[in-house]
């Protein structure tokens, strides 16, 4: 057993039950009967948006669970991975973030996951950079040369640039390598400034911690929430919520826009790329959600005003 133990909510996937998923011997579902979207669309500049902000509090996606918040004069960086992760391939265009985003005001990591915790493309970073990572991670990051580096328990907090962050609960799991299984924790941030509220979800199945995020959070502006890696469900369940259940975790948190994550960029499960934003498009409107923001990958939106996507 592992440094963070989750099973109570989480289950105990085994070995055996990976077995069973990998060599097909328990039925999945059938995605040939769902709608599914034909490409994902990609931003042309993705730097376009960002150059034309002027202070304006703006949120981008850059693919998979990488996101850029901007509130005031902060910049943070949230699972910043570029181009192909290790054993992941990439399906979509790699973006630049490094280029496009080349100081933030700290990258934060959501837990250790190759997609989500990538190694070469946080090396692009200079090692002064402020990093904040779950508990368990920090020594990583000081191996590799980084000078700054908080580590945080869940509803733990800091002030960065008049922006405050928290760490908040998630429902998923950590593994780097044969023998790490949950000896660093997981989760996800809210971002508080300027007047404004972002949650980033990480990586999680459907728990009744967002209910408590939303309680502590009353004024979410936006939510950054995955909804792909959910097939097969019997197996995925506990660690990957599906599009029915983003719709549900975004009312939790009380978020005004829905930004969905998490898809179309790595195959990581049995679900085609163009299915998790074709079932929550029309998962949305059957529940009536209205406000669903697909950002293009690279793709930028703003806070105020008319929050319009560019």
Same mark, same amino acid.
């Given at each position: ?18 077995? !069973? ?85 700290? !990258? ?111 004024? !979410? ?75 293009? !990958? ?13």
């Amino acid at each position: 057993m592992g440094r963070f133990d989750d099973r109570a909510r989480n289950g105990d996937r085994g070995f055996g039950d990976l077995l !069973v998923w990998q060599l097909g011997l328990k039925e999945g579902d059938d995605h040939a009967a769902r709608p599914a979207w034909t490409n994902i669309p990609i931003a042309e500049d993705p730097t376009a948006a960002l150059r034309q902000a002027n202070g304006r509090p703006q949120v981008s996606w850059f693919g998979h669970a990488s996101a850029h918040i901007r509130l005031g004069g902060a910049s943070f960086l949230v699972d910043p991975v570029e181009g192909d992760a290790f054993m992941v391939p990439r399906k979509t265009q790699p973006v630049p973030i490094s280029r496009i985003v080349p100081k933030p005001s700290a !990258v934060l990591v959501t837990h250790n996951h190759y997609d989500h915790m990538d190694e070469k493309s946080l090396l692009q970073y200079p090692k002064t950079t402020p990093i904040v990572a779950p508990l368990g991670l920090g020594d990583w990051f000081v191996r590799r040369g980084f000078t700054n580096v908080s580590e945080f328990d869940w509803w733990q907090s800091t002030v960065i640039d008049d922006v405050r962050v928290t760490f908040v609960p998630s429902q998923h799991w950590s593994r780097r390598g044969l023998f790490d299984q949950n000896n660093s924790l997981w989760g996800g941030y809210v971002f508080e400034g300027s007047g404004y509220t972002v949650h980033h979800a990480g990586d999680s199945g459907y728990t009744d911690d967002f209910g408590e995020i939303g309680r502590r959070f009353p004024n !979410v502006d936006l939510a950054f929430i995955p909804i792909g890696a959910y097939a097969p469900r019997w197996f995925m369940k506990p660690a990957h919520m599906n599009p029915v259940e983003a719709i549900k975790t975004a009312r939790d948190v009380g978020a005004g826009a829905l930004v969905p994550i998490h898809y179309g960029t790595f195959i990581l499960t049995d679900e085609p790329l163009g299915e998790p934003p074709a079932l929550l498009e029309m998962h949305a409107e059957d529940e009536g959600f209205k406000d669903v923001r697909f950002l293009p !990958v690279g793709g930028s939106m703003y806070l105020d005003g008319d929050r319009e996507t560019v």
